[in-house]
């Protein structure tokens, strides 16, 4: 540390992630906002956008182009208290309410035609240090770039969150929140203190509560219905509070995990060109099974994350890119390890990464694992992704837990929809990621995200611009899709197999019939066995149903 960590202590720093050149601003302590007076000034204070603003189609749309919203209004809002205003208008009213953070739902939860009122939080991007909590506070509209630049920057610490860098704090935390971390951190909810959240009881009136992970909380329940329950379904988050269990002393860099100082990144590939059907099946098996053999916490690659990207052969390889925490001992021969055992018994030996990888761009000077800097290393990734930053992308997308390695159904399903010329699309991807690890040493019940046992994930991603493809890109993915789990009613139900699906890429298909034939319906996918106990949270702190969209957490009967 440097010689000025007294005055650190005394002060709290502020990071205001909008700002140019990540100026730092000294600020009092963070309050906690009190119940706020639904007072016109508050939301006359938020600026107001509507169909009669130049600006309204800029803020009526997320990063999914296929979803664009026509709300009556659109409020960028900057404070607690204007939420609160803004949310005792819209009851008052009768217009249903919408929330935006970063704007990266994958379905129509924000944008759809309903919501005549979006509660945007996207200026509320502080990522601070709260004296009073001993806590980080991380308000809802940071990007994750700004969560990663503020807390390393000034204080040496991460939390392990996700890799997309535009990302907003409000959802990704509320649904449980992957990273590269995860497997030496856990998700970033494990460390979750407190959250601050606007509510509407049973009389219709809006306030402002704090909930945190204290046993002694009376309003604990919230709390734990934030660590992977989903947004938009108690009320609005409008600041998280993060600190690790156990963690002690005063001086912020000791409660939050600190990161690799140094990772190695290595990217990899396997052209389709020359995979056979068993090479295929030899590859995506190997890396099941290595997971599956290394799963539990304190594994020896704890510090150690990987994604192979299994993408249509139209795009020319199958890719998989790794991240390795380059300060553990004999790390670069790990990492080559772990290269070779997924290789293994595959004809074709590894190649640059020429062709993009799911989401991120080629990556061809990585094929020899590179040293960099941990932040450097997690800026690269995060913003070296063509489908982020293409603003005329649609997309749809799928997901899995995988606790054991693949039937061959499995393979051969994968194959053959890989393989398949109903598509030409180089964006159609199945991407296998690490999971397990530090993950695993949760309880199931502990937090609201149940999947404690997987060991690693699966997405499937498709994006297209033109209208034209939409049809057919549809039908791939569900097909696939459901081919796949044909065996369980076409998704990946709870069993020794599959795990259920991640809620922060939700999916509507879940609860249609036509795609979900089995007894399991689309919220035992994402909460298994707690979600009874978050209908019973939405019950108690939102008994009108405010905050609602189609998949939302439901009342009980």
Request: glycine content about 10%; overall charge negative.
């Amino acid at each position: 540390m440097t010689d000025n960590r007294g005055e650190m202590e005394r002060r709290r720093f502020l990071y205001r992630g909008a700002s140019v050149g990540g100026a730092m601003l000294l600020s009092g302590t963070a309050g906690t906002a009190a119940a706020a007076t639904a007072g016109g000034a508050a939301v006359q204070d938020a600026v107001a956008i509507t169909p009669a603003d130049r600006n309204y189609q800029d803020v009526v749309r997320g990063w999914n182009q296929r979803y664009i919203g026509k709300p009556e209004k659109v409020h960028l809002v900057s404070t607690t208290d204007q939420v609160v205003a803004i949310t005792q208008q819209a009851v008052k009213e009768g217009r249903r309410i919408a929330v935006r953070s970063g704007g990266h739902c994958f379905e129509d939860f924000v944008y759809h035609s309903e919501a005549k009122v979006v509660v945007d939080l996207s200026e509320m991007r502080q990522v601070s240090f709260d004296t009073e909590r001993n806590a980080f506070a991380v308000e809802p509209g940071a990007q994750l770039l700004d969560v990663y630049e503020g807390l390393y920057r000034h204080w040496g610490v991460a939390l392990p969150a996700g890799i997309c860098h535009q990302v907003g704090a409000g959802g990704h935390v509320s649904g449980g929140g992957w990273g590269m971390l995860c497997r030496r951190d856990g998700l970033v909810i494990d460390h979750l203190y407190a959250v601050e959240v606007v509510v509407v009881d049973a009389s219709g009136t809006a306030r402002a509560v704090v909930a945190t992970r204290d046993e002694s909380d009376p309003n604990r329940d919230l709390w734990w219905a934030h660590t992977g329950g989903g947004g938009g379904n108690f009320g609005i988050v409008t600041r998280y509070w993060f600190r690790s269990p156990g963690a002690g002393g005063s001086h912020p860099s000791e409660l939050l995990p600190r990161p690799p100082a140094e990772v190695f990144i290595n990217a990899v590939s396997w052209p389709w060109s020359e995979l056979t059907r068993s090479d295929f099946y030899t590859l995506a098996q190997n890396y099941a099974a290595w997971h599956v053999a290394h799963r539990a916490p304190g594994d020896p690659y704890a510090g150690m994350c990987s994604f192979v990207g299994l993408n249509h052969r139209s795009n020319g390889a199958i890719g998989m890119v790794t991240q390795m925490d380059a300060t553990v001992p004999n790390a670069e021969r790990m990492l080559a390890d772990f290269v070779a055992a997924v290789g293994k018994g595959v004809s074709v030996p590894h190649e640059a990464a020429t062709t993009r990888t799911g989401e991120l761009a080629a990556m061809p000077e990585f094929v020899k694992p590179r040293r960099m800097p941990w932040l450097q290393a997690t800026r690269y990734l995060g913003t070296s992704t063509p489908t982020l930053n293409d603003p005329t992308l649609k997309g749809d997308f799928k997901s899995a837990y995988m606790r054991a390695e693949f039937p061959d159904s499995h393979l051969a399903a994968l194959y053959k929809h890989l393989t398949s010329d109903a598509i030409d699309n180089p964006t159609a991807s199945v991407q296998l990621s690490s999971f397990g690890g530090q993950v695993n040493a949760v309880a199931q019940d502990a937090t609201a995200s149940s999947h404690r046992s997987a060991a690693f994930k699966m997405a499937w991603m498709l994006y297209w611009a033109d209208p034209g493809d939409e049809a057919k890109s549809l039908a791939w993915i569900r097909e696939s899709y459901q081919e796949v789990y044909a065996e369980t009613g076409g998704v990946p139900v709870p069993n020794d197999v599959t795990d259920g699906c991640y809620v922060n890429y939700p999916d509507i298909d879940l609860g249609d019939p036509k795609y979900n034939s089995s007894d399991v319906p689309w919220h035992d996918l994402y909460y298994k066995g707690n979600y009874p106990r978050l209908q019973a949270v939405k019950k108690k702190w939102d008994p009108r149903n405010v905050f609602r969209h189609s998949q939302s957490v439901r009342l009980p009967d």
